[in-house]
């Protein structure tokens, strides 16, 4: 049996709640039609007034934090985060350790730096970077003495 997962990103859920936003405030502008008094007299619904002031206030926020959500990154970062976890599955030994690496210092590391952190010689890490480059998860670019190796 195969089991399915619902990702739901940043962005599916502003929609959601900008979504909602909509629905509210279309109710509550129609409530508040509904509510004028045919007399001139003091209307009994006027009590009600402070609680459609706190469901503009909700609708307001609710797309306030719908906007928020759709502008935010985190939804990008999930999902690269996720296929590096796909990629670092797909590696050998060595590659592993040294994209994990990159990844773990945010998806940029100088090269000697990588050498450090990883033990590994310098003729290795140059030797999988080579590989990690054929393949397209990496890419070097020269900084003074040393290589800035950036996640693709």
Known sequence: MRRFEIH??????????????????????????EMKCIHDDICPLERSLPIMYMGFTAVLVLGVLGIFMLTSKQSKKIERVDDWKKVLKKLKSDERIIYETIVNSGGT??????????????????????????????????RGMGNLIILK
């Open 8 to 33: 739901m990103g940043s962005k599916f859920i502003g929609l959601i709640l900008l979504g909602l936003c909509v629905v509210f405030g279309i109710m509550l502008i129609y409530l508040m039609n």
């Open 109 to 142: 590391i100088l090269q000697n730096e990588l050498v450090e952190k990883t033990k590994l010689s310098k003729v290795k890490v140059s030797r999988v970077l080579d590989n990690l480059e054929v393949k397209n998860l990496v890419e070097r670019r020269r």
